[in-house]
């Protein structure tokens, strides 16, 4: 197959990923064939609601062994959902249906169909139960990968903290020269293999300004000797910078990727600047795996109003790449 098939799990389905996926179609045309892991039921019950209906062709699969792709189709691999309604609340009871929805995507993927993933949003607080950070780590533990990252990439700018969904209180005794050197490592490598460069890292400090009244300084005693090693090695990176400055239009054209010690630090003035111009990139897997950038936006479910660019954005990286 000279496109390999894009694996689409709905996530949580109570969410606006279904409207944001009816919008992308009708956006754009892509040359990959779209095979979406989800409920046809909810499919329906969405389409009516949503009135996207008339626009959407579709097909229901029962095997890849011996079904043609189309990318003229929405190819439906179909997921048991116990759902009377076209929204509601979000909750446990939708576990079952993420996970089914998963567990198919990695068997396919492990049948070297393709390669390459994107999952809805899911709830963190209802599917991952506190035994995952995000699913960042759901999938690096469902495919044995020890050594992964976040990547919030866009062309222009990308950012990656180097600890995800993590309470503030942890993140300094999570903090390590090795946990960064494995970042670091896995951003230079997805540049080089995806673009034929080594990026300009900066990396930010813990601390405001990169100083601190304590008597260890984390700037000082990790991330210094860190930057130094690494820079040594031929990676082009420098810091600590102080996060308060370093998104300014004038620092941060200087680089490729802002590296941050938490998530808020480097996700929150990445989302001011770019909104919905961004996906999620994990590093680090045996295949490629994005997201958009949102969550399942609870407070919009129903109204039609969702902007479906970040979306647009995961499916056309796979499909050029």
Same mark, same amino acid.
């Given at each position: 197959?000279?496109?390999?098939?894009?694996? /689409?799990?709905?996530?949580?389905?109570?969410?606006?990923?279904?409207?944001?996926?009816?919008?992308?179609? +009708?956006? %754009?045309?892509? &040359?990959?064939?779209?095979?979406?892991?989800?409920?046809?039921? #909810?499919?329906?019950?969405?389409?009516?609601?949503? %009135?996207?209906?008339?626009?959407?062709?579709?097909?229901?699969?029962?095997?890849?062994?011996?079904?043609? #792709? $189309?990318?003229?189709?929405?190819?439906?691999?179909?997921?048991?959902?116990?759902?009377?309604?076209?929204?509601?609340?979000?909750?446990?009871?939708?576990?079952?249906? /993420?996970?089914?929805?998963? $567990?198919?995507?990695?068997?396919?993927?492990?049948?070297?169909?393709? $390669?390459?993933?994107?999952?809805?949003? /899911?709830?963190?607080?209802?599917?991952? $139960?506190?035994?995952? #950070?995000? *699913?960042? +780590?759901?999938?690096?533990?469902?495919?044995?990968?020890?050594? @992964?990252?976040?990547?919030?990439?866009?062309?222009?700018?990308?950012?990656?903290?180097?600890?995800?969904?993590?309470?503030?209180?942890?993140?300094?005794?999570?903090?390590? &020269? %090795?946990?960064?050197?494995?970042?670091?490592?896995? *951003?230079?490598?997805?540049?080089?293999?995806?673009?034929?460069? %080594?990026?300009? *890292?900066?990396?930010?400090?813990?601390?405001?300004?990169? +100083?601190?009244?304590?008597?260890?300084?984390?700037?000082?005693?990790?991330?210094?000797?860190?930057?130094?090693?690494?820079?040594?090695?031929?990676?082009?990176?420098?810091?600590?910078?102080?996060?308060?400055?370093?998104? #300014? &239009?004038?620092?941060?054209?200087?680089?490729?990727?802002?590296?941050?010690?938490?998530?808020?630090?480097?996700?929150?003035?990445?989302?001011?600047?770019?909104?919905?111009?961004?996906?999620?990139?994990?590093?680090?897997?045996?295949?490629?795996? *994005?997201?958009?950038?949102?969550?399942?936006? @609870? +407070?919009?479910?129903?109204?039609?109003?969702?902007?479906?660019?970040?979306?647009?954005?995961?499916?056309?990286?796979?499909?050029?790449?």
């Amino acid at each position: 197959m000279k496109n390999k098939p894009i694996l /689409i799990v709905n996530g949580e389905p109570n969410s606006i990923f279904l409207e944001i996926f009816f919008k992308s179609l +009708e956006y %754009k045309k892509f &040359k990959s064939p779209l095979i979406l892991i989800s409920s046809l039921k #909810l499919l329906k019950l969405q389409m009516r609601k949503l %009135k996207f209906k008339k626009n959407i062709k579709l097909v229901n699969i029962r095997s890849l062994d011996d079904c043609k #792709l $189309d990318n003229k189709f929405i190819n439906l691999i179909n997921i048991n959902l116990n759902q009377k309604k076209a929204f509601e609340k979000i909750s446990s009871k939708s576990n079952l249906f /993420i996970k089914n929805s998963f $567990d198919i995507a990695l068997k396919i993927i492990n049948q070297n169909i393709t $390669d390459k993933l994107i999952n809805g949003p /899911i709830s963190k607080k209802e599917f991952l $139960d506190k035994k995952y #950070l995000g *699913i960042t +780590e759901y999938l690096a533990k469902k495919s044995g990968s020890k050594k @992964v990252a976040m990547l919030i990439f866009n062309k222009d700018l990308s950012v990656c903290p180097i600890t995800t969904h993590l309470p503030i209180k942890m993140v300094s005794k999570i903090i390590t &020269k %090795k946990l960064i050197c494995e970042k670091i490592l896995l *951003i230079n490598k997805f540049y080089y293999i995806n673009f034929g460069f %080594k990026p300009k *890292i900066a990396v930010l400090g813990l601390n405001p300004h990169c +100083e601190t009244i304590d008597n260890f300084s984390e700037d000082e005693k990790i991330l210094k000797p860190t930057i130094k090693q690494l820079h040594n090695l031929g990676y082009k990176i420098s810091g600590p910078y102080s996060a308060d400055t370093i998104f #300014l &239009k004038n620092n941060r054209k200087k680089f490729d990727v802002i590296v941050g010690m938490y998530h808020d630090q480097v996700l929150t003035p990445f989302k001011t600047l770019y909104e919905y111009d961004a996906i999620n990139i994990t590093l680090g897997l045996p295949f490629k795996r *994005i997201s958009p950038d949102h969550g399942p936006n @609870v +407070e919009m479910l129903g109204k039609n109003s969702s902007n479906p660019f970040s979306l647009i954005k995961a499916i056309s990286f796979l499909d050029k790449n």
